[in-house]
């Protein structure tokens, strides 16, 4: 984890903090809903840090991937640098490959300057937290342990790094997607039980009402017979 912390001379745009003119905010939610509050929390906590960053619209821009929130943000005229939709279940590196790499190398290119991640964390089947997460610049890479060997590097340590960290970084955003995912799973679990529950309870309530009108409808006709 001590890679890029060593003799200093090595300067990755990846790990360099510099002026933030823009930030760019990756936000993770669904294609489709039936989720409970899974899409609104995150979104909700996405578009309040927004508003309480920001002043204007030059000085942010977003990421987004998933269906409800490319809707939200393009409702609420929120600049949308990149979007990906259409992921199903399960979802492999590949499908999320070019948006992870599209990520970082505008980054590299200044597209923007620090990137942060909005997505729920999965915590149980019945709890799921929205998280936040600085991703780039990778400041905090090597947790400031002690560096208790010197490393060769075969080739240089800059050829290494210009892989790596893009890897890493894109490493990062597919961890999260998968953590969303695990999470959107157990919210539609949840929703659709409640709703199934509530459903049954409705029905059974509705039962009786109707037994009971039908019922009083019988008897009135009985004593209309009999009288």
Do not use: C, W
């Not at 809707?71 to 990906?84: A, C, M, Q, T, W």
């Amino acid at each position: 984890s001590n890679v890029g912390q060593g003799s200093g001379s090595v300067n990755h745009p990846m790990l360099v903090s510099r002026k933030v003119k823009r930030t760019a905010y990756l936000v993770i939610t669904s294609d489709r809903g039936l989720a409970g509050a899974f899409n609104s929390s995150v979104l909700r906590n996405a578009y309040q840090a927004i508003q309480e960053r920001h002043q204007s619209k030059d000085e942010y821009t977003v990421i987004v991937i998933g269906r409800v929130g490319r809707d939200f943000f393009k409702n609420r005229g929120v600049p949308i640098i990149s979007e990906l939709t259409g992921l199903g279940d399960e979802v492999t590196f590949t499908e999320i490959k070019d948006l992870a790499r599209q990520t970082v190398q505008m980054f590299i290119d200044e597209a923007f300057d620090e990137l942060h991640l909005f997505y729920n964390h999965y915590v149980s089947a019945i709890s799921q937290e929205v998280t936040e997460k600085k991703l780039l610049p990778l400041t905090d890479l090597g947790g400031g342990g002690k560096r208790t060997a010197s490393y060769e590097f075969e080739p240089s340590e800059e050829e290494i790094l210009e892989v790596l960290l893009p890897q890493y970084a894109e490493s990062l955003i597919f961890g999260a997607l998968l953590d969303s995912k695990a999470s959107e799973h157990a919210a539609r679990m949840t929703a659709m039980k409640s709703a199934t529950d509530n459903a049954k309870d409705l029905i059974d309530s509705l039962s009786l009402s109707y037994n009971r009108a039908r019922q009083a409808a019988i008897t009135q006709e009985i004593t209309e017979i009999v009288g």
